[in-house]
């Protein structure tokens, strides 16, 4: 038996028989295909190559190292905005102070008065610095009270502790004076 060829009956339209056919742009490159094809392959080397020297230069690194810079600048600026302000501020209330203090009266009672404070402070000074005799004929300097304040600490802890111990060393003489006559010495040695 033959074979008979398959017939050719009418097909049914399908929604794929009726679409559009596009021809496969790689078998039908034109120039211009090829030129753009071209240029977007030299445009990804060259931004590769532009990335690579970017990364050796410290990349992201210098970008923030220059944000850094110029705020550190413009602080710095304000910084010394403010500075001429706050000058500019202090010397306006010194010119007020200088308007203010032109009274010849009020300034020779200001000097009288710390005249007399340096007078006191002084008398102070010469009553501390002068040895004061007791009774026991001991000389003690005048108590810390008198003294005003010097500002150090370790000097008025100093003098606190060396009158402690010259009562303390008085006190203990005038004991062992008294006892040094019916005690016999039981240290070893």
Known sequence: MAMSPPSKAPRA??????????SNPLLHS????????????LRKVREEG??????????DD?????????????????QARIAREILASQEEEEDILVVDSGNTE???IIDDLLDEENAELEALVSLWESPQSVNNGNSTPAPTSILP???????????????????????????NFGAESGIMDTSSG
């Open 106 to 108: 009020d300034a020779r």
């Open 30 to 41: 034109t120039d211009h295909d090829r030129e753009r094809r071209r240029n977007l392959f």
């Open 149 to 175: 304040n010097s500002g150090s600490d370790d000097e008025e802890y100093d003098q606190l502790f060396l009158d402690l111990v010259n009562q303390e060393y008085n006190g203990q003489d005038q004991e």
């Open 50 to 59: 532009q990335d690579r020297k970017w990364k050796a230069r410290g990349g």
């Open 13 to 22: 339209k399908t929604r794929f028989s009726t679409r559009t056919i596009k």
């Open 62 to 78: 210098e970008v923030m190292r220059s944000i850094y810079i110029s705020e550190q600048k413009r602080w710095e600026a304000k």
